[in-house]
């Protein structure tokens, strides 16, 4: 049971490329989320997806897009880096929104 | 939106002391839950705590849900400890996800 898992888990990007980050879920959640951390901060929500077929804007959606592909997969797209966008991602997964949310190991992105 | 205040920011301990964590909360909430981060980034999950008190090892955490805070208690500290903690909570307003705080960073010296 591998619970929530992101790839890659590091990656450098040079301004203006574009990429997905892939995250995939076995625990059967309804919910699925990105957050973004930057040095000595807390997460921030980028975008979430309470359902499949789904998709809403969290705190800090500028510059991104996701897909919720089915249940499990939840993809998040930078069209064109920025060096802005450089920071740690994290997939999360829950049954809903009032429930325990559980976190993938990160993505260390950096735009250079 | 709702404001999560945690402290202190920086703590530094002597293995096997004692400490206290806390999390203010703004407004009403119907979730909360503690995180440890450690030294590699992965975060844990330590409790999913909305109301009540549960206890997990040397790891116990309180939430008193009607004066919005919640307590993480940590006895008997080992290096193992050592990272960020962070509690987060429903950003209200019938909004998804979950609103962090700035995390308490503590460090567990041999």
């Known amino acids: 049971n591998a619970g929530v898992t992101q790839t890659p888990k590091f990656q450098v990007l040079k301004t203006g490329q574009s990429m997905t980050l892939q995250c995939a879920q076995d625990m059967n959640h309804n919910s699925m989320y990105w957050y973004r951390q930057d040095p000595g901060m807390g997460l ?3 975008y979430y997806s309470a359902s499949e077929g789904t998709t809403d804007k969290g705190e800090v959606p500028n510059g991104y897009n996701v897909s919720r592909l089915n249940k499990r997969e939840f993809s ?3 069209e064109s880096a920025a060096p802005s ?28 | 939106g ?3 205040e945690q402290s202190p920011p920086d703590l530094i301990l002597q293995e096997g002391a004692n400490s206290t964590l806390r ?3 703004s407004d009403s909430v119907n ?8 030294p590699w980034g992965q975060l844990i999950n330590l409790f999913y705590i909305p ?23 940590i ?25 962090f705080g700035k995390g308490t960073h503590l460090i567990i010296q041999p």
């Open chain 1, 85 to 112: 966008q450089t920071s740690v991602y994290f997939c999360a997964s829950s049954d809903n929104r009032d429930t325990e949310a559980f976190f993938g190991q990160g993505t260390r992105l950096t735009v250079v």
């Open chain 1, 76 to 78: 998040l797209r930078l």
């Open chain 2, 2 to 4: 709702i404001q999560v």
């Open chain 2, 75 to 99: 006895s008997s500290s080992q290096t193992t400890d050592s990272g960020v903690y962070f509690c987060a909570v429903p950003p209200g307003g019938g909004a998804d996800g979950l609103t």
């Open chain 2, 23 to 25: 999390c203010n909360f």
């Open chain 2, 51 to 73: 109301s009540g008190t549960k206890q997990n090892g040397r790891l116990s955490a309180t939430t008193v849900a009607t004066e919005r805070y919640s307590l993480l208690y």
């Open chain 2, 31 to 38: 979730n909360l839950q503690w995180f440890h981060q450690n």
């Open chain 1, 44 to 46: 921030r929500l980028i």
